[in-house]
């Protein structure tokens, strides 16, 4: 962008998806995986999900918040002001998460079947919803960026992190023999249908309420973002998925590569939303039309 | 009375409870002719110079944009700063309680507290904030920091890794306050932009104050905001 058009035109951020601002991408994914995932886990009662989740959140999601911050010395203090603040409240829930996270999974290899354990699976689903929501709601927050300032943002991330926890506890249920294999593929199935409807809404939505909304869309289908979008989240994250789901359900089961490549897809698809989402967050042009 | 009362006052003061006139709010503002204003560029450059100013990092801007189209073409310019809004997103959306809002109006940032998580920067829908990154980038990289540069980095020593703003020249301000001056009228507790502005395009002073020259010239002039609908309440108007 040119000095002369920056906030004249529509003006892109930067701050959350470009050099530094990548990894906050990757931890606003995280979250939504590792979220998604503890939750599916949970109810399945999946130990090695729950533990996988457990460390994507306490590792890759908080790693890639410290590696992006200016000042890691200082984000203790980024719990000060829960009342206004979403990211206060994110990092809350992030560290409630790992800590009751922690304490759950010890009760559920060593003392399974206790109150304690019941206890801490509540506290820390709690938690893990919490975490999946709060991406969405950091970002639906900002009214500056009309594409994201949607309701329906946040039930978009809930979506795709919970189709991304089927799918990695299909892959690792394969292995244990532990989960309802076709109970995984046919909530996977309705939630995939669900995506698709929640999608066309909030693309649908945006065209019509409000100008750079509609920019942004525009964005949405030409040039790199076009790519992403059509590759990674509507093949990657959507067709591919459904066929395979939609197979395995009328054949009854489905076979190791295929739920492996399931789990890849849904994180492809998963990540080109997240970061397609953030890459055509548009500001409105400052000077009076 | 004696030297300790007087500076609880003026600190009272400065921060727009003024004992005097019985505990009356100020609420700083600042009023831009946008018929006056011969897009000088003056301003940008005289609030450079203020804060010392990093290449890159502009606290004052000049939008310059066209509507219409030719032969039917219109220059539009807005010379643009925080708007030190009264529901100021950016205090909102801050995790440590950084970014405040004092009692007369001011949007500030604390570099102490601020972490530098740029919430802020990309909640501000007016986006007047920056991370201010490298200390020792200069105007003369092949140069290094000129003397100049290198004095302006002590006497206004901003911290890499936080978020800068305009701050309506807050020093000057409150430093003014303390001295019985009034700002928006006395030069020395006035902000610089205002100060350099060579065809007064410039006005600043208390809008709660319905006297005031802000208040008269918003009143009289019909003033507007940038995009009152997102509901900020911004305290920069513009007249034209």
Known sequence: MKPYEWMVTYTPQTEWVERRGIL????????????????????FNNLWGMFISWLIIAVLKSGFHVAHAERPLKLWRMILRPQTSWISRGL???????????????????????AGEIVFKVLTGIMAFGIMIYAGFIMSYVNGIPFWNSALLPALFIVWGILSGLALVMAIGLDTARVDIGAVIAVSLVLLIVAIVLIVLYLWTATYEEPTAKQSVRELTRGYPAVVLGIGVVLCGIVVPLAI????????????????????????????????????????????A | MGEGIKNIFSSFKARGFDKVTGG????????????QCVNCYACMIACK?????PPGVYWNRLLVGEIGEYP????????????????????????TGASTRREDGI?????????GCQYCVIACPYQQRTLYVDKNKGYFPEAGLTELEVMGRKLYPLQPGTVIKCN???????????????????????????NTCMVKARHFGDLDDPDSDVSMLIRARKGYSLHPEWGTEPSVYYID
């Open chain 2, 168 to 194: 309506f020249c807050m020093e000057r301000i409150d430093k003014g306050i303390t001295q019985g001056l009034k700002p928006g009228i006395d030069r020395e507790a006035t902000p610089a932009c205002v």
């Open chain 2, 107 to 115: 949007v500030t940032v604390d570099p102490d507290t601020c972490s």
């Open chain 2, 24 to 35: 009356k709010m100020t609420r700083w503002s600042m009023v831009i002719d946008l018929k």
């Open chain 2, 72 to 95: 039917r073409v219109r220059k539009l310019v807005y010379p643009l700063l925080c708007n030190h809004c009264k529901e100021a997103v950016c205090v909102n959306v801050c995790p």
């Open chain 1, 92 to 114: 809350l829930i992030t560290i409630l998460l790992i800590v009751f996270g922690a304490i759950q999974l010890a009760f559920s290899y060593w003392l399974p079947g206790t």
């Open chain 1, 245 to 288: 789901s939609l197979s395995s359900y009328l054949s009854g089961n489905i076979p190791a590569p295929l739920a492996i490549v399931v789990l890849a897809c849904e994180i492809i698809g998963g990540m080109a939303f997240t970061y397609s989402v953030l890459k055509v967050g548009l500001y409105s042009p400052l000077i009076p």
């Open chain 1, 24 to 43: 906050i991408w990757l931890s606003l994914y995280a979250g939504i995986l590792g979220g998604g995932s503890y939750l599916v886990s949970l109810y």
């Open chain 2, 49 to 53: 110079q203020e804060h010392f100013l």
